[in-house]
T-cell receptor
Framework: EADIYQTPRYLVIGTGKKITLECSQTMGHDKMYWYQQDPGMELHLIHYSYGVNSTEKGDLSSESTVSRIRTEHFPLTLESARPSHTSQYLC????????????FGQGTRLTVV | GQNIDQPTEMTATEGAIVQINCTYQTSGFNGLFWYQQHAGEAPTFLSYNVLDGLEEKGRFSSFLSRSKGYSYLLLKELQMKDSASYLCASLNDYKLSFGAGTTVTVRA
């Protein structure tokens, strides 16, 4: 059983609000990822991290930012939410750079009204 | 993205075999993963290939050809619960990117 948690599971907020989506893992994994996925659509990599103090932008341009101050924690922040940010956000982690699977959290479904 | 291509949909009968093909970019290649995702759920890991050849794990097998930038996932003895989206994911320069997924529908 993977130990990676995302909170909140569901969030409805108004336009212009600042929000932080939490992701924590208790497996000591160095590699962490954030993906964005619309219903029935593909996963788009928006941010990833190799370890503490490492953050990289993914393939999909995103107005969100991330931080990695602790190994187990990889929060994603939207400074000013817009309706176009409505989507599902999935966090994942893996033990090493190459030959290990990525474990996914249950996701946060964000709706901006 | 990493230009990962896989078919959009496939339909098969219970008990049959289905093969899902995937092509990916070979530059900076570190490995190829297959994931299963049921509607509304997070993806779950199925298989990993980094060397050429076939990896078998129960009813599921995955094949890789590094020189061709090609992989396939083989699902045998299909069951109704196998109806899901199957995601091909390529690790390139240590960055994991996903294809759009292949929706497999298993019919009785």
């Amino acid at each position: 059983e993977a130990d990676i948690y995302q909170t909140p599971r569901y969030l409805v907020i108004g336009t212009g609000k600042k929000i932080t989506l939490e992701c924590s893992q208790t497996m000591g994994h160095d590699k962490m990822y954030w993906y964005q996925q619309d219903p029935g659509m593909e996963l788009h990599l928006i941010h990833y991290s190799y370890g503490v103090n490492s953050t990289e932008k993914g393939d999909l341009s995103s107005e969100s930012t991330v931080s990695r101050i602790r190994t187990e924690h990889f929060p994603l922040t939207l400074e000013s939410a817009r309706p176009s940010h409505t989507s599902q956000y999935l966090c994942a982690s893996s033990e090493s750079l190459v030959n290990t699977e990525a474990f996914f959290g249950q996701g946060t479904r964000l709706t901006v009204v | 993205g990493q230009n990962i291509d896989q078919p959009t949909e496939m339909t098969a009968t219970e008990g049959a075999i289905v093969q899902i093909n995937c092509t990916y970019q070979t530059s900076g290649f570190n490995g190829l993963f297959w994931y299963q995702q049921h509607a509304g759920e997070a993806p779950t890991f199925l298989s990993y290939n980094v060397l050429d050849g076939l990896e078998e794990k129960g009813r599921f097998s995955s094949f890789l050809s590094r020189s061709k930038g090609y992989s396939y996932l083989l699902l045998k003895e299909l069951q109704m619960k196998d109806s899901a989206s199957y995601l091909c994911a390529s690790l390139n320069d240590y960055k994991l990117s996903f294809g759009a997924g292949t929706t497999v529908t298993v019919r009785a």
